[in-house]
T-cell receptor, first 111, second 112 residues
Framework: GQQVMQIPQYQHVQEGEDFTTYCNSS?????IQWYKQRPGGHPVFLIQ?????EVKKQKRLTFQFGEAKKNSSLHITATQTTDVGTYFC???????????FGTGTRLQVTL | NAGVTQTPKFQVLKTGQSMTLQCAQD?????MSWYRQDPGMGLRLIHY???????DQGEVPNGYNVSRSTTEDFPLRLLSAAPSQTSVYFC???????????FGQGTRLTVV
């Protein structure tokens, strides 16, 4: 079945440093979604990318969808303590209503 | 706006007991799903539904049953709890196929 892997599994940064997480799918995706989960919380939708090579920005967050639509990345510029949490990518497996989530990247930010 | 509501928030079961995790959404979403989250394994799809009366299996359906008699409710039943079912369970809904998923607050289940 479809597999979605993320690297790294964990990253610890000092506040102000940049952070990037990478998402790789074993199959071509029609779209990719990104979610953030704060410690003890539930996943919250951040963004969806649909087009090959698409780049979207949300303030300090930059999302990219690969040309082959099999990989994606999330880059955070100048991290803040509010960025702490686990970031998941998710792509449709078969029907779009079956989302396969990546393994997640846990981000820790310290002052 | 309640969104997606899950009950209970915490539950401890003994091996062999059965229980139902409740999930309700008030956004008139057609699509609903159940996931379990285990450390280091992300979210894995248990069952999902594309509308009232229609359900299908996800990646890890064994030991769980679902039904969807109304658009609003999507309960998850554990037939005979096992320690391997200790996990955090999330219910999610989305408006249409492939749109963003809205998650409930989760149910933390421990089976002893």
């Amino acid at each position: 079945g479809q597999q979605v892997m993320q690297i790294p599994q964990y990253q610890h940064v000092q506040e102000g440093e940049d952070f990037t997480t990478y998402c790789n799918s074993s199959t071509t995706l029609s779209n990719i979604q990104w979610y953030k989960q704060r410690p003890g919380g539930h996943p919250v939708f951040l963004i969806q990318l649909v087009k090959s090579g698409e780049v979207k920005k949300q303030k300090r967050l930059t999302f990219q969808f690969g040309e082959a639509k099999k990989n994606s990345s999330l880059h955070i510029t100048a991290t803040q303590t509010t960025d702490v949490g686990t970031y998941f990518c998710a792509g449709p497996s078969g029907t779009a209503s079956k989302l396969t989530f990546g393994t997640g990247t846990r981000l820790q930010v310290t002052l | 706006n309640a969104g997606v509501t899950q009950t209970p928030k915490f539950q401890v079961l003994k091996t062999g007991q059965s229980m139902t995790l409740q999930c309700a959404q008030d956004m008139n979403h057609e699509y609903m799903s159940w996931y379990r989250q285990d450390p280091g394994m992300g979210l894995r799809l248990i069952h999902y539904s594309v509308g009232a009366g229609i359900t299908d299996q996800g990646e890890v359906p064994n030991g769980y049953n679902v039904s969807r008699s109304t658009t609003e409710d999507f309960p998850l039943r554990l037939l005979s709890a096992a320690p391997s079912q200790t996990s955090v369970y999330f219910c999610a809904s989305s408006k249409w196929d492939g749109s963003e998923a809205f998650f409930g607050q989760g149910t933390r289940l421990t089976v002893v």
